[in-house]
Nanobody
Framework: QVQVVESGGGLVQAGGSLRLSCAAS????????MGWYRQAPGKQRELVAVAISGGRTNYGDSVKGRFTISRDNAKNTVYLQMNSLKPEDTAVYYC???????????????WGQGTQVTVSS
């Protein structure tokens, strides 16, 4: 049983910044990766950024150079620093975690409920 909870969304003007947080909790043995996806109205969910073991990160093309993902492994938490925000960034942002549960071997992906980010022009 794992819970994933996002926070930090809100309304911001174009060119501004926001920092999102996501914390995983529950029967966690280890977390292989944590990432952020987003979904705008009428569009499919797309990758924003992912942080995997060893400190490696990957970003969607539309956010490269503007967003930064980071992890605090001791707290099972991931952050998304969003700078130079554009109206096109408006979406619900979802966090996920690839988790190895206590007492098991398989990896399960858990999703948060999402947090709304709205960027005004």
């Amino acid at each position: 049983q794992v819970q994933v909870v996002e926070s930090g969304g809100g309304l911001v003007q174009a060119g501004g910044s926001l920092r999102l947080s996501c914390a995983a909790s529950g029967s966690i043995f280890s977390i292989n990766a944590m990432g952020w996806y987003r979904q705008a109205p009428g569009k499919q969910r797309e990758l924003v950024a992912v942080a995997i073991s060893g400190g490696r990160t990957n970003y969607g093309d539309s956010v490269k150079g503007r967003f930064t993902i980071s992890r605090d492994n001791a707290k099972n938490t991931v952050y998304l620093q969003m700078n130079s925000l554009k109206p096109e960034d408006t979406a619900v942002y979802y966090c996920n975690a690839d988790v190895v549960l206590i007492g098991s071997n398989p990896v399960f992906r858990y999703w948060g409920q999402g947090t709304q980010v709205t960027v005004s022009s």
